[in-house]
């Protein structure tokens, strides 16, 4: 075992400088979600959640983007930065969201309710986000829908979950859910929480809105990743249950080591892992860099009708 480590940690080490000498060499940020390895989290210039990167990809003004996540946040960098060259690891890191809402549907349920307020989460493609009248993440999808006239009804499109909560928290009978969900969060069950609460009698249970309603009404907190973040670390209590994906385990160990986190494996892969977000690997960013592909390119017309959504969702404060 030790003799293979040592093998190993050379390569590690050589792909690490690589990716660093390449960064300098691009004048590039790395950018990487809560759900990523920890060795590419380690490397990031930003680790965060959707918000938080969207608004980081707003600010940066080099010239290239490495965005480590899935491709839709990709490409809402690239909305964002349309003149900056905007790569990513694996071009096969898409979303079940994204998959659940095609935006040639969309168009056609928005031509037999032409009076809806389209209101489209981010984990959607650009296509969806330029036939959006704004769009929400999961830290301010309840603020979106409480900027929008009571009278208006809105359409809430694509994950059934977070919707449902948004619709609760808002007491907003005039919303119309779409039905795609999560593969990560909405395989939670609610009896895998039950049982972990019972094992863990002492923790607090923090979870993702994309989580079904089982699961949320049996949590202590309920918030975006980086909300989760935030929450446990405010609190004195010593044990959580978080019901997110894994990948936000580094950041909780790294900034409150002395609190212990259990996960609860979901109905899906007896994990709490997203299948998209690990294909991205060191190797994979480093040729990215290396090569600028896989490259996002949208064209100029569809940058600019799914800007407008993005930036007033941005300007809401």
Request: with cysteine.
């Amino acid at each position: 075992m030790g003799e293979g480590r040592t093998r190993e940690m050379p390569l590690l080490e050589t792909v690490v400088d690589e990716i660093l000498d390449l960064k300098r060499q691009r004048n590039a940020i790395l950018l990487a979600h809560h759900y990523q390895e920890p060795e590419i989290q380690e490397l990031a210039d930003a680790v965060g959640d959707s918000l938080e990167l969207a608004r980081r990809a707003q600010s940066f003004d080099g010239d290239v983007i490495a965005f480590c996540g899935v491709w839709f946040m990709a490409e809402t960098a690239k909305i964002l930065n349309p003149s900056k060259t905007v790569v990513v690891p694996d071009a096969e890191a898409g979303c079940s969201l994204v998959d659940a809402c095609p935006a040639s549907q969309l168009r056609a349920w928005k031509r037999k309710h032409p009076d809806h307020v389209v209101v489209s989460y981010i984990n959607t493609s650009a296509e969806v986000k330029a036939e959006s009248d704004i769009i929400c993440t999961s830290r301010n999808a309840v603020k979106v829908v409480e900027s929008i006239p009571a009278d208006r009804p809105i359409l809430f499109v694509p994950d059934v979950n977070l919707g449902r909560y948004v619709k609760e928290q808002t007491g907003r009978s005039n919303i119309t859910l779409w039905h795609g969900t999560c593969i990560v969060h909405a395989t939670f069950a609610g009896r895998r929480l039950a049982a972990a609460k019972a094992q863990h009698p002492d923790a607090l249970v923090a979870a993702h809105p994309e989580c079904p309603p089982e699961v949320l009404r049996m949590a202590d907190f309920i918030g975006s990743t980086s909300a989760i973040i935030e929450w446990v670390l405010a609190q004195p209590a010593r044990e959580f249950i978080i019901m997110t994906e894994s990948g936000v385990e580094h950041t909780l160990k790294r900034r409150a080591p002395d609190k212990r986190y259990y996960f609860v494996p979901n109905e899906q892969c007896n994990c709490s892992e997203c299948p998209y977000m690990k294909r991205n690997t060191l190797e994979k960013l480093r040729d990215a860099l290396l090569r600028l592909e896989p490259r996002v390119e949208l064209a100029p017309e569809l940058i600019e009708r799914a800007r407008i959504p993005l930036e007033r969702m941005l300007a809401l404060r």
